[in-house]
C-alpha cells in the first residue's frame, strides 16, 4: 500500500509561480514511478508530468512543457511539480501518482497506469 500527500496548492496571480509536493510512505519510493494529473471543474482529468523511478526519464503536456518541471527526490520520498507562469486555465484540483507497473512506463499519460492516487491540491490562477 502506498499513501500519497500532495501540499502547495493555493491561490496565485497569473505569471507567478507555485511548488507544489506530494509526500509517498508505505513502500520504497524508488519502486514506483510517478505521475501528475490535474482536473478543472467540468472536464476530465488530464496528464500534467511524469517522471520515471530513477528520473531519468521525464514527460510533460504540452499544455505545460516549457513552464512546468517535475522532480524527484528519492531520499524524501517526495515527487515535486514546480510550476511557473501560471495562467487561468491551469486552474484545477493538482493529483499526484504513482505507478508500480511495467519498468518501461510506456503509458505514463494515462490514468489506468496509475495504482495510488492522492487526494488532490487546488491551484487557482486568478486573472
Known amino acids: 500500500q502506498v499513501q500519497l500527500v500532495e501540499s502547495g496548492g493555493g491561490l496565485v496571480q497569473v505569471g507567478n509561480s507555485l511548488r507544489l509536493s506530494c509526500a509517498a510512505s508505505?513502500?520504497?519510493?524508488?519502486?514506483?514511478?510517478m505521475g501528475w494529473f490535474r482536473q478543472a471543474p467540468g472536464t476530465e482529468r488530464e496528464f500534467v508530468a511524469a517522471?520515471?523511478?530513477?528520473?531519468?526519464?521525464?514527460y510533460y503536456s504540452d499544455s505545460v512543457k516549457g513552464r512546468f518541471t517535475i522532480s524527484r527526490d528519492n531520499a524524501k520520498n517526495t515527487v515535486y511539480l514546480q510550476m511557473n507562469s501560471l495562467k487561468p486555465e491551469d486552474t484545477a484540483v493538482y493529483y499526484c501518482?504513482?505507478?508500480?507497473?511495467?519498468?518501461?512506463?510506456?503509458?505514463?499519460?494515462?490514468?489506468?497506469?496509475?495504482?495510488?492516487w492522492g487526494q488532490g491540491t487546488q491551484v487557482t490562477v486568478s486573472s
Open positions: 508505505g513502500r520504497t519510493f524508488s519502486t514506483y514511478a
Open positions: 501518482a504513482a505507478s508500480l507497473g511495467s519498468y518501461s512506463f510506456s503509458n505514463y499519460n494515462l490514468q489506468n497506469e496509475y495504482d495510488y
Open positions: 517522471i520515471s523511478r530513477n528520473g531519468g526519464r521525464i
